[in-house]
């Protein structure tokens, strides 16, 4: 069988975020039937109603890339107890102007990893509304909050706790079984 494409969204810009170590080590975990191709969202401009009518080449390529996949991954920090604006902005842009959204009928799943103790709860609950309204099949369970501890993730992208490993690879299971109900 093909490997699934999936747009992965990491919310966080930071190279040695938590979140992009999260997103590198459930490629690792999927790589074999996933093919992850991650979407820059820090070089987006700020979404602009004025784009409807002349869309930069940015937003295009960002809607090209949602659409050439199977479905999308979201890995996202929490910042004030919500979803990080890059990443709002990149839902912005991707899904507009209305009508002519990217991300409409694709399923998706989210999760994230945080050093407090309820992971990216509050962000994902936030962005789960959002991603509804923009009529995308969200992955309902495992919710995946991952509270992140140096050293769970190596220089390779493995994660080094088996409870969490086998955490997450049930979460791609999940994940591979919920885009084939969803694809149909």
Same mark, same amino acid.
């Given at each position: 069988?093909?490997?699934r494409r999936i ?31 991650p979407v820059d ?7 602009? @109603? ?14 090209? @890339? ?27 842009l991707g899904s ?28 994902? @609950? ?19 909050? +991952? ?14 706790? @088996? ?15 919920? +885009? ?5």
């Amino acid at each position: 069988m093909d490997k699934r494409r999936i747009a992965v969204f990491v919310g966080s810009l930071r190279a040695g975020s938590f979140n992009r170590q999260l997103a590198r080590a459930l490629e690792r975990l999927g790589g074999d039937r996933l093919e992850f191709d991650p979407v820059d969202i820090g070089r987006l401009p700020f979404y602009d @109603q004025d784009f409807d009518s002349d869309y930069p080449v940015v937003g295009v390529e960002l809607k090209r @890339q949602v659409r050439a996949a199977d479905a999308v991954l979201f890995v996202t920090p929490e910042y004030n107890r919500s979803i990080p604006g890059v990443l709002k902005n990149a839902l912005d842009l991707g899904s507009r102007p209305y009508g002519d959204s990217a991300f409409a009928g694709l399923p998706a799943a989210v999760c994230g990893a945080s050093p407090g103790a309820i992971g990216t709860a509050m962000a994902q @609950q936030h962005l789960r509304n959002v991603l509804s309204y923009l009529g995308m099949a969200v992955l309902p369970q495992p919710e995946v909050y +991952i509270q992140f501890k140096d050293g769970l993730v190596d220089d390779e992208g493995r994660i080094t706790r @088996q409870d969490t490993r086998e955490f997450l690879e049930d979460f791609i299971d999940r994940f591979v079984g919920w +885009i084939d109900r969803q694809r149909g």
